[in-house]
Every structure is written in C-alpha cells, then in structure tokens.
C-alpha cells in the first residue's frame, strides 16, 4: 500500500504556482500584436567593439538596427566580446512562452558547457524562421574570461556593461544580437518595462478619454431624463389635489349632460294635455293616455280615426303620428276605437320648451 503527498497547493487541479508564468506568456504574446508592437521601447546601445570604437545601436524586440550619430551620456554602455571567447550554438525550436524558452535554452547550455556549473554565462537571441519555428542563437562563454575581458577594456567591474555577442545577420540584414545575461542588461530591461509601462498607462488613459467621451453625451441625456421625469413627478405631485378636483368637475358635469339629455327627451304634461286638448275634435275622448319619453300613446274614441291621426299630424312638433292598430267600430256603436302613437318634440312640450310661442 502506497501514499502519495504533494506540498503545492492546488484548488481546482490548477498549480497556482504556474500563474506568474502564463500571465507573462500571455502579455509577452499580446505585446507582439502588430498593433502593439510600438507600445514597447526602444534602447539606444553605446556598442564599443574589439577595435576600440563606440558606435551607437537602437536595441528593440531583440533587433538591433545601428544608428548614425555619436554615442551620448544617456546611451547605455555595451561591449563586443570576441569571437574567440564565444561558444555559439543555434538551435531550432517551436515558438515558445519566454519562460519555458529560457528553461530549455538553459538544458541545453548544461548540457553542452565545457565550463562549470558556476562559471558558465550564456544568452541567447530568437528570430523567427516560420510560423511554426524559430532560431535560437545561443553562445556560452566562461564568467572569469569574460570578467578579465571587462576589465582589460576599462569597464568599472562594479557597473558592468552589456555584454553582446552578433550572429551572421540573416536574409533580410536583420541584426539578432545576443546578449550574456549576469552583467548590465539589467539597467536596459528595467528602462523598457518602465517605458512600456508609461505607455501602457497612457494608452489606457486615452482609452478611458475615449470612452467617456462617448459616454459622456448619453450620460447627459439620461441625467436630463431623469430630472425631467423628477419635475414631472413633482409638478404632478403638486397639481394632483387640481386634478382631483377636476376630475370631480367632470364627473359632475357628465352628471348634469346625462341629466339635461334625459330632461331634453321628457315632455310635460301641461303643454301635452294643451295640444291634445286642441287637437281632439268636440266628438271624440280619450280612455287612456301613456307617456314614454317623447312618445305618446293615445286610447279613445272618435268619429273618424284616420282624420284624428291627420289632424294630429299636422299640429307644430308632432311626427310618427300612426295608427297602433286597425280602428275598430263594434256593433250598434256610433264611434270608432282608436290606438294612436306619436312623437314630440321635448324642446317645445317638455319641461323647458324652445319656441314656446309656436307652441302656443
């Protein structure tokens, strides 16, 4: 029966450990965007070469390009060590994260180093060759020759200058320039992760401009919104008892038209009895009388049926004069049984009366 323990600390079987590492692979594989490219500095390099010239180099991306010009005091120093002091290999390689580059350039240097663990100095320089791989020039050179060179040149051991090594160029006379890590390539990284981070911060600043300037228009237009929308409220709030009490009026007033359209369709029971009173001939009467609305309906007995409906068709605001039905006259009677229907109009019989003079 066997046990097995592990010390790192792993949630979700992620090796928290290994985060550092992905996240600079991931930024290393951002800032090699075309378009962020620029983002990253440049280093002017202060060269001096085996023959005692300083010459001036522009270090970018791991290409060096010479500059035309004399070397200044801002210029960082870096020196030329001699071939014959040099072990170069080159290796082919898939495109690697920086790390697990620097991991396996480093086996391989161990494994191929004349030198002791301790005095062994390497460095390497990558150039793409395809999509899918690279170039790795490596050289190796032994740290007490390198430092007796350093020395024998004039360089203060205590600020030491880079220390560079330049490949062949290739096809298209792009310049890789190899540099042994352990001296001052330390002053030239610091400088371009600062650099890179200025710019990085203005480029998030101007992004952050560039949003809120177009933000900034719907944001007024909402705030305007809203405070329309809280005036609104307000001014209802304010009115609300005004509304109420309009709301009341109409109310009311709805009341009194629906009263006035019935009181308008009523008829009175003085002008109705005045025009029946002069529209019944002296041989005829009425056994019943029924009022609905503006309409009437007339029970009785007269002479002539037909002449009463006539003559009641042609008093002033009467209309729809007709027979109910048939007028009947019984055996041995001398009138006629009778069932009239007509209408008014309410504006001249009913209880306010328009045109009361005709009526009259």
Known sequence: MTSTTTDSPRSFSLDPSLWSRQWRAAGALLL???????????????????????RVWRLARGQAQPVAGAPSDTDLPAWLLPTERVLERRLMLPPLAP??????VQLDVAAA?????????????????????????????????????????GFDPARPPEVW?????????????????????????????QGLKRRLGLLALLLA????????????????????????????????PQLAQREALVKRLERLQAVGQIQQ???????????????????????????????LTLNGQADDAAALVQR????????????ASPATRGAGAAKETFIIELKLEAGRYGPVQVGEGAAS
Request: aromatic share 4%.
């Open 32 to 54: 090699d965007w075309p378009l962020l490219r620029a983002l990253r500095p440049q280093a002017r390099m202060a060269l001096r070469g085996n023959d005692g010239q300083t």
């Open 99 to 104: 790390d697990d580059l620097a991991q396996a």
């Open 113 to 153: 180093s004349p030198f002791g663990a301790s005095q062994t100095v390497h460095g390497w320089a990558l150039r793409p060759v395809g999509p899918q791989l690279c170039q790795v020039d490596v050289a190796m050179a032994s740290r007490q020759q390198v430092e007796q060179a350093l020395q024998a040149a």
């Open 165 to 193: 090594v330049l490949p062949p160029a290739d096809a298209a006379g792009a310049v890789y320039p190899v540099v042994l890590r352990g001296f001052g390539e330390g002053r030239r990284e610091r400088q371009v992760r």
């Open 209 to 240: 401009l560039g949003a809120a300037v177009a933000v900034t228009p719907t944001a007024l237009v909402r705030a305007r919104a809203q405070q329309a929308q809280q005036s609104f409220a307000a001014l209802q709030k304010q009115a609300a």
């Open 265 to 295: 369709q009523q008829l009175a029971m003085a002008p109705v009895l005045d025009l029946l009173t002069r529209a019944l001939p002296d041989g005829a009467w009425l056994t019943g009388l029924r009022v609905e609305g503006n309409k």
């Open 312 to 323: 009641l068709a042609r008093e002033p605001g009467a209309h729809e004069v007709r027979l």
